[in-house]
């Protein structure tokens, strides 16, 4: 692992490729994580991992040499202060509408003067956390510029699929309501020298996302992935 931190890479112009983790074993997210990749997201609001799991999974995404990143449950700073204190480098946090909110999250990401984060985590990181906001609704797209203007928000993370349900489209990279607000977003941070990822499930759309100029590219998603080689193995071995 690069000892240069995920933060201070946020800032640069590279790509940082992820993987996103929902089943809550440390075999799962050691093999995740020693693929390659920069990160691996644990799935806390949607996937079966809890705050029990996490010292288990961040020590072994660590440890296999990439970043453990946790996506919270809320924007709420219990949520988001468990996670951090128990191991992960930094945080996404869903369902954040306003740049108010935003600031909020921001907030407690931190230790005092910046923040009002508490300290005391036992498996919390030497370097600052970095904090990513996710843009899933008409409402967010309208206050990302202001929420870009926050201090301490260091990236954009988009969700396609609460996103298109927002805006009545449908979750396709190219859908005719889908894209110009994916591109909108993408102009909007561009502008603001924001690092910006989308949430793909698969190699070709995360291709997509990164030739438009998404810096975060999630490559795949465990469950979908052991689904997809098992279901390619056995058409391959009945042919």
């Known amino acids: 692992m690069r000892n240069e931190s995920f933060a201070a890479r946020l800032r640069g112009t ?18 995740m994580a020693a693929s390659g990749l920069d990160y691996v997201a644990i799935d ?36 988001i202060c468990r996670a951090l204190d128990l191991g992960c480098a930094g945080v996404i946090v869903p369902n954040v509408e306003s ?26 990181g030497a370097d600052g956390p970095f904090c990513l906001i996710m ?5 967010a797209m309208a206050e990302l510029p202001a929420t870009l203007e926050v201090p301490g ?10 996103l ?20 909108r977003i993408w102009a909007t941070c561009a502008a603001a020298g924001a690092p910006v990822g989308v949430h793909a499930s698969d190699g070709a759309t995360a291709r ?12 795949a998603s465990d469950v979908l992935a052991i689904g997809r080689s098992m279901a390619a193995e056995l058409a391959a071995a009945q042919a």
């Open 99 to 124: 740049a108010e909110q935003a600031r909020a999250v921001v907030g407690a990401c931190h230790y005092p003067p910046a923040g009002y984060r508490s300290a005391g985590g036992v498996l919390a």
């Open 44 to 79: 806390l609001q949607h996937g079966a991992a809890t705050e029990r799991d996490l010292p288990a999974l961040t020590t072994a995404i660590t440890k296999a040499g990439a970043t453990s990143v946790g996506r919270v449950r809320y924007a709420h700073p219990a949520d």
């Open 164 to 183: 298109s349900y927002s805006l009545g489209g449908e979750l396709d990279p190219n859908d005719p309501v889908l894209r110009p607000a994916l591109e």
């Open 14 to 31: 590279e790509t940082l490729y992820g993987g996103w983790l929902s089943i809550p074993h440390v075999l799962a997210a050691g093999a």
């Open 208 to 219: 997509i996302y990164r030739e438009n100029g998404c810096r975060l590219v999630n490559v």
């Open 135 to 139: 843009v899933e609704s008409a409402a």
């Open 153 to 162: 928000v260091d990236g954009i993370y988009v969700g396609p699929r609460d």
